[in-house]
DNA sequence: AGCACGCCGACT
DNA sequence: GTCGGCGTGCTC
């Protein structure tokens, strides 16, 4: 028997199967998806099974063996194996790459070279060298060491250590480890009923009263108990219950123990609530699909508090009840305790919970939740979607138009799209929910072809639950008031409300969007703007530590009082953070209670979750932050929500800034007045008769949607031509300009061989067949130019029809790898995107 | 990605 | 004459 096996290796070289000789003593444990440790040229590595062949005969001419299995459950399943072929072609990245994406960060490779020392005694002239013997010594002192340890003690001996390797003095074992370990907790067992306890107790001697108090406690409960919390529960020492092991009359030993991060809270359990008319015939739809196990994908409109979640649990609910799991997917920021509260309330202990402010143990421990079948419901972020279920039914994306759910770092995948292909796979229904529904979602729901049904069925809810009212949104011109002389952050109507609601005691939610926007220091004399020397930004002031930092690269230096460059002393931090938004609303207001959520108030664990509640329990006014203050929180008392500045992401060169404004708007509306209080919100902007923040105010999704999207067909944009973006970076600008063009050259031919019609070189435009159309745009400097000293150019390929284009991009990639891979150019390929930066 | 093999300069 | 520079190519 034979495996194809993917290595370790992410390099386009190794990107293919390797085959294994699945040695007898490993055959009941090698699966498709097992992960192996394999020897590999001349040293060991962990490898992935994605196929398993029953004959011996492979053409290959020498075949090693699989050395060892990893894991007693294999982490991937088959289906797993599959869509991480998937994800590789559609994204172009590496195959193991995208493997790798799907396991927790605790079942990384690790690798370790163990020293030992050799069996022969070796050649006696090498052997009487006396720091020879000194390395040997130590080595045997220790049994086996490390390498890392071993050339950490004797650094300036590398030479030496690698001759008492070849000469055989010294030994040495590869290992392939994981990075986590399981946890284990010292444990008591009495004997069984409490056997010879009796007897033990009339043993000890008159004073050892602690001794028989734990005996005392283990005859009446004669269970397994944890040593912490046996000590906790009576009050003894470990050393009692040691000497107790010691004699023999009970049993201590280290036993595995789940992280759960969850311990200790009692969940209220819940039941279902009755559903409204809207959400009643939203929730049949989904019912039947999932009870038909008909793979169909529902994107589900429904405006913010029209109770969505509900849905959400009734139909996992029903996906349960046939004995099929659920994933659900919520973007990282609003996975919250409350959040989690919702399913675990409902679920209960069939609920994991993956997000990354778990350490790596407590997200390895949900994980195995999941392969050891304990649990039926898997929420979490981004990387849920690739939980190890085999029976999905159901696969929930709320929110579904955040750009989080695009992964940044290689796989460059869209969650969306991996769930709608997973879905494929695994014949399960996939629902997509979102007040704001992306573009890309609502016109696949508009598609036509060939008088066949769209890809997406579009599901709406148009009342909030106990029919609230949406808030009125007043839009404020804030020329106008510059123009009355007021050159305050706050126009006047924000002013008065939050005055208002500070005397009534309701609480208010004030947004300001950092993107772009961040506090930087400038010259008001000369305009000089402090900038990171190797990356294309200018530096963001943290007030903190009254530093200047680089974002990109971490750079700092310290605050400058005097201008670098025409030594003026008029220079100071512009442009409106958080912080300064704090300090005008207590020059303002006095005594103002705020706090502030922003990336610097948030970094530590669990701050997040502390904020919010101390702002639930009205130990605060005002709640002042980015956009995590925007996203699915829920206080009854906040009336007032404004929004500083609305244009800062409309300003942004990018052709989805309006779509991002418009959701924006939308959601921080939508934190208002979702309980009995009726809300108010004011949006802030230069800009007030844009259209989206016009149908913003109106709470007009279809007019802003239709709106945009004629804007999108004529321009060429997604949906309806798709991109990659390609970047290159390069020390030197002339080689880079040099390469990125004869990429693009490259590609336009490669192209045409797939083409059918003549290039039109004219219009440069690559057009194929009718359903084919491709187009590049640039080579151009990228937006951020240069990030680490390298300099960065980028060119965009907009394509019309089918995933044609992968793989022409892909083929390219390949081309310009193996010519320019002596010079250093890094290529990174984006497909996709979601920011053309 | 590593690591070995292999072919040309500055040393014992 | 050798030690070692890193260019090229392979890993089942």
Redesign the pocket.
Known sequence: MYAKVIVD??????NRA????VPASLTKWVEVGSRVG??????VLQGFVVELHADTQ?D?????PILNVLDLVPPLTEELVMLGRWVSRMYLCHEVTALQAMLPAALKAKYERMIGVGEESGEQALLEMSDLQEIVRFVKSKGSVSMDALMERFASEG?LIKQLLSAGILTEEQKVKDRMNTKKALTVFPPAGGLGLEEALLELPARANKQKDVLRYLLEHPHAIRLTALMETIEVGASTVKSLADRGWIELREVEVMRDPYAGRAFARTKPLPLTEEQTGVFTEIRDAVAAERNEVFLLHGVTGSGKTEVYLQSIQQCLDMGKEAIVLVPEISLTPQMVERFKGRFGDLVAVLHSRLSNGERYDEWRKITRKQVKVVIGARSAIFAPFTQIGLIIIDEEHESSYKQEESPKYHTRDVAVQRAKQQNAVVVLGSATPSLESIELTKRRRDREKPPFRLLTMRERVANRPMPPVAIVDMREELKNGNRSMFSRSLYKAIEDRLQKKEQIVLLLNRRGYATFVMCRTCGFVSSCPHCDISLTYHQSSRMLRCHYCGYAEREVTQCPSCQSEHIRHFGTGTQRVEEELSKIFPGIRVIRMDVDTTTEKGSHEKWLTMFREKQADVLLGTQMVAKGLDFPDVTLVGVIAADTVLNIPDFRSAERTFQLLTQVAGRAGRHEKQGEVFVQTYTPEHYSVQYASQHDYIAFANHELDIRANLGYPPYQRLILVTFSHESVPLLVRSAEAFVTRLKEIAMEYSTKQMDLFANVVSMDSSFHMDVLGPVASPISRIKDRYRFQCVVKYRGEDQAADIVGRTVAWFEERSA?EKLQISVDVDPQYLM
């Open positions: 290796v992410p390099a386009k070289q190794t390797f085959d294994y000789e394999v020897p590999f040229g001349p040293r492979v290959v001419k020498r075949i090693k030479a002596k």
